[in-house]
């Protein structure tokens, strides 16, 4: 299977690609893609990487695992394809939008406009076969989004890493707080946000407040 992905990152993740484990990875996608149905649609697996370059890279936003319903993933964590319903996580993530940056809701859940201005929305796991969550995990991908997020830490400075809930909030040990910042908070799921968890953890003004002090342009969300 063949990795597409933006000429930006190939300097920092081609040896990557060699290594035994992510050739054994490409295999086992290829067969699942060919065996079952798989989301997000091949072209799309490496859309976080390929919608946001390496060198704009502002904001990382950590996602665990690929929509799994039909027509859903597109590749960026927590986003869906136009004119997809959204699901409960990322109503949750509009309505602190509302809240925090006074942003409306939008109709449109595809996140695609915020990886375009230096978002890097990373799934821990890449791909998923439909309708069985977690169906990827443990087969390499893991493996390959830890080094990714390794590889950002070592080569770039004052980015500002959003990690949402225990399994987001374990890759912290991956990044140097010295060079970057890391804001936690609660799942934006409906199951934490309820409890009180995630809505005004304010990491969308947080977020932009921090890139405007080291002189970049804040995201518009």
């Known amino acids: 299977m063949d990795v597409k992905i933006h000429e930006s990152w190939k300097p920092f993740l081609q040896e990557e690609f060699n290594k035994p484990y992510f050739e054994d990875l490409m295999v086992f996608v290829k067969t699942e893609y060919q065996n079952a149905t798989c989301y997000p649609p091949t072209s799309e697996i490496f859309q976080s ?29 927590f ?18 939008l509302e809240t ?11 996140l695609l406009f915020w990886a375009e201005q230096g978002v890097l929305l990373l799934n821990a796991t890449l791909t998923v076969r439909a309708h069985e969550a977690g169906s990827h995990q443990k087969k390499g991908w ?32 991956l990044i140097d707080a010295s060079k970057h910042t890391i804001l936690t908070s609660g799942h934006p799921s409906p199951l934490s946000a309820n ?9 969308f003004s947080k977020a932009n407040q921090i890139l405007k002090a080291k002189g970049k342009l804040p995201i518009n969300w």
Do not use: M
């Open 100 to 110: 925090d940056v006074n942003k409306t809701y939008p109709e449109n859940g595809n």
């Open 49 to 77: 990487f390929n919608a946001c370059h390496f060198n704009d890279i502002k904001v990382v936003i950590i996602g665990q695992d690929p929509y799994h319903g039909v027509g859903q993933a597109n590749g960026l964590c």
């Open 195 to 203: 409890r009180g968890y995630w809505f005004g953890n304010k990491h």
């Open 142 to 173: 893991e493996i390959f989004t830890d080094s990714v997020i390794k590889t950002i830490s070592e080569n770039q400075e004052d980015v500002v890493f959003l990690l949402w809930g225990g399994f987001a909030k374990k890759k912290s040990k």
């Open 79 to 96: 986003s869906v394809h136009d004119s997809i319903p959204h699901p409960p996580s990322l109503r949750n993530i509009f309505k602190e």
